[in-house]
T-cell receptor, first 114, second 114 residues
Framework: AQSVTQLGSHVSVSEGALVLLRCNYS??????LFWYVQYPNQGLQLLLK??????LVKGINGFEAEFKKSETSFHLTKPSAHMSDAAEYFC????????????FGTGTKLQVIP | NAGVTQTPKFQVLKTGQSMTLQCAQD?????MYWYRQDPGMGLRLIYY???????DKGEVPNGYNVSRLNKREFSLRLESAAPSQTSVYFC?????????????FGPGTRLTVL
């Protein structure tokens, strides 16, 4: 079984401040981890993903995430928030064999305050 | 290259009515998925099609049917709509049903059942 927990359904940061969105996962086998972003009235698009290898993963728009096996975490960060980062962010885990069963977290809405 | 397209964008139904949500992708992907998104619940998989000619139930299949018409198209049918099916529906596709593969999402269909 696999699951994802995103801490905080809403996060507010000031423009220029650090963005930290938290994600913890549960998986009985080595997981593949994803962060997706959803802008208002749009579908989800991939920000970054961890499969194997380097645990610090860089994505689009200056975001990065670090896979920490000991903490079962995959937190998303960005050093300096921009107004255009306001969106909903979803962490997802995939660890089942066969078809691609992806389990999504409940999402974190990021508000950027000018 | 339009990616994943969905029709309609919005729909209002009365309880008991039926409708079909259409989805098409032009990326020559093998796998296609239908999700529903509800506030505070993230995305939940309704049905998926790992390859042309196959379909399987996901997490919440009750009240829905699907058809993989060809490699490009995957439709979702509500035979007798209920208010509990009020949601935003997303279609997605991936190249192959591998657990590390990115899913590409359509813009969504917002469905209200009165």
């Amino acid at each position: 079984a696999q699951s994802v927990t995103q801490l905080g359904s809403h996060v507010s940061v000031s423009e220029g401040a650090l963005v930290l969105l938290r994600c913890n996962y549960s998986s009985s086998v080595p997981p593949y981890l994803f962060w997706y972003v959803q802008y208002p009235n749009q579908g989800l698009q991939l920000l970054l993903k961890y499969t194997t290898g380097a645990t610090l993963v860089k994505g689009i728009n200056g975001f990065e995430a670090e896979f920490k096996k000991s903490e079962t975490s995959f937190h998303l960060t960005k050093p300096s928030a921009h107004m255009s980062d306001a969106a909903e962010y979803f962490c997802a885990v995939s660890s089942s064999g066969g078809y691609q069963k992806v389990t999504f977290g409940t999402g974190t809405k990021l508000q950027v305050i000018p | 290259n339009a990616g994943v397209t969905q029709t309609p964008k919005f729909q209002v139904l009365k309880t008991g009515q039926s409708m079909t949500l259409q989805c098409a992708q032009d990326m020559n992907h093998n796998s296609m998925y239908w999700y529903r998104q509800d506030p505070g619940m993230g995305l939940r998989l309704i049905y998926y099609s790992a390859s042309e000619g196959t379909t399987d139930k996901g997490e919440v299949p009750n009240g829905y049917n699907v058809s993989r018409l060809n490699k490009r198209e995957f439709s979702l049918r509500l035979e007798s709509a209920a208010p509990s099916q009020t949601s935003v529906y997303f279609c997605a596709s991936s190249e192959v049903p591998g657990i590390a593969n990115e899913q590409f999402f359509g813009p969504g269909t917002r469905l209200t059942v009165l």
